[in-house]
């Protein structure tokens, strides 16, 4: 299995705190991404990373914000956290190469629930 | 239109059947696939990619058929370990460098 690890696995926190999430990779892959999953909507892009410090927005990136310094970790923050942030995260490394996509390899997820 | 659109299922089949799921999408300039199995609470993994002209590993086999833009995953045999959620995936109309999941099609394998 791919090297990633996220943390932390479960979290319960309350409405308008923030919060921080890691994904720890040991692939040295270039490409990083933050998903979220939720009953009948699937996995949803939030944002994903192109290389340190390079990094772009996905189709549901309102209300999150990530840093990548190190090409091993890509945080996602979640600067005030509300109730339709409940949802299950998934960090996910990939390396593309010559312009075709490349399959993604997910670490275990992080549940939240927001209170 | 969903970029990739799938059965949601449940697909309930006896233990030994054959089944296939397929996976419609719009982008005609897709190059490529992958299915991916998720098991509940699970994180997805891959099971396959799909490539021009489609490829098999074991009971599975994944066709690809540009004309009518759709791929498909073919079990044979299936065993009750197979039951899960299959994801297909293919690329994002933003580039390469993202993908689009379908919201995937459940399978339940009965004894």
């Known amino acids: 299995d791919a090297g990633i690890t996220q943390s932390p696995r479960h979290k319960v926190t309350e409405t308008g705190t923030p919060v921080t999430l890691r994904c720890h990779q040991t692939e040295n892959h270039r490409y990083m991404y933050w998903y979220r999953q939720d009953p009948g909507h699937g996995l949803r892009l939030i944002h994903y990373s192109y290389g340190v410090k390079d990094t772009d927005k996905g189709e549901v990136s309102d209300g999150y914000s990530v840093s990548r310094s190190k090409t091993e970790d890509f945080l996602l923050t979640l600067e005030s956290a509300t109730s339709s942030q409940t949802s299950v995260y998934f960090c996910a490394i990939s390396d593309q190469d010559r312009g075709q996509s490349s399959p993604l390899h997910f670490g275990n997820g992080t549940r939240l629930t927001v209170t | 239109r969903k970029e990739v659109e799938q059965d949601p299922g449940p697909f309930n089949v006896p233990e030994g059947a054959t089944v296939a799921f397929n996976c419609t999408y719009s982008?005609?300039?897709?190059?490529?696939f992958f299915w991916y199995r998720q098991d509940c609470r699970k994180e997805p993994k891959l099971l396959m990619s799909?490539?021009?002209s489609g490829n098999e590993d074991g009971r599975f086999t994944a066709q690809l058929n540009r004309a009518s833009q759709y791929i498909s995953l073919l079990i044979r045999d299936s065993k009750l370990s197979d039951s899960a959620t299959y994801l297909c995936?293919?690329?994002?109309?933003?580039?390469?460098?993202?993908?689009?999941f379908g919201t995937g099609t459940k399978l339940q394998v009965i004894p």
């Open positions: 799909v490539y021009s």
């Open positions: 982008n005609s300039a897709s190059q490529s």
């Open positions: 995936v293919g690329p994002h109309s933003g580039g390469y460098q993202k993908v689009t």
